[in-house]
């Protein structure tokens, strides 16, 4: 890209999309790292859960949202969702003109803070069978004991606003209870609706486990991205936000603000 050509696209806003609220964990990550970028979020909860999905269906729900912020225009999109990372992130990447990032692993932060050389990963079964996390890790530290916990119902359970209630308590404890067993010291939170449970996980787990949120691994890669193609804002006024779902305004609004402040924000329903 030319130097005008960068320093057009620089003006542009960042887009960050997942299959609902998850990727908003990813976004208050992104924002307080890059207080200067717009930035534009598509969660697609009419289509949530898509971690049961075959793949099929998962790339071609990742690939709408795609197609809707290539028209935005965005200058890079980051994939704020494991499951659309491990089974849609080549075909994005090869079809987009604008760079994309997908979710960082997390499995490294995981390696180099093990007591035990034991740790778990907790992600959606589209994840879980894709057994990227188990790779990634091996190839790092081939004698490193990985736990795979896949948890089918607790990315919707949280999309449905259950945050600490009996019902997502009794789901969580049967995903906790093997990795407890597994003496895994530190647990990747391989899906981005998991960090709004951190709390209720380090408790239910006894309070001597490390949960590793990969947002922040991620939001390191955009940033060599965006300096490497000189696509940082060089605005000085706070950054703007525009933050879309598919359907329910209501739950969207409320989930929203328990991360980033309900001035800074206005929830928006569109159609892919
Ligand atoms: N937030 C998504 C992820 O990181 C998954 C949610 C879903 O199953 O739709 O994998």
Known sequence: MSKAA??????RPIGVF???VGGLTVLAVLRRMFPHEDFIFVGDNMNNPVGNRPKEEISQIAMNIGHFLAKVPVKMAVV???TFSVVALDELQATF???VVGMAKGVRTAIDTSQTQKIAVMATKATIDSHKHIEEAHELQPAVAVWEQACPDLAHLIEQGHLDDHIVHSSLQQYLDPIIKSGSDIVVLGCTHFPFLMDLMQHMSGGNKTFID??????????????????LNSQSAKGKLDICFTKDKELAERMTSILIPPEDFNVRIITL
């Open 6 to 11: 960068a320093t057009e696209a620089s003006k």
């Open 18 to 20: 997942d299959s609902g």
């Open 80 to 82: 704020a969702c494991n």
């Open 97 to 99: 003109d604008f760079p």
């Open 214 to 231: 990969p947002a922040y691994e991620t939001a390191e890669e955009v940033k060599d991205i965006l300096e490497a193609q000189q696509l």
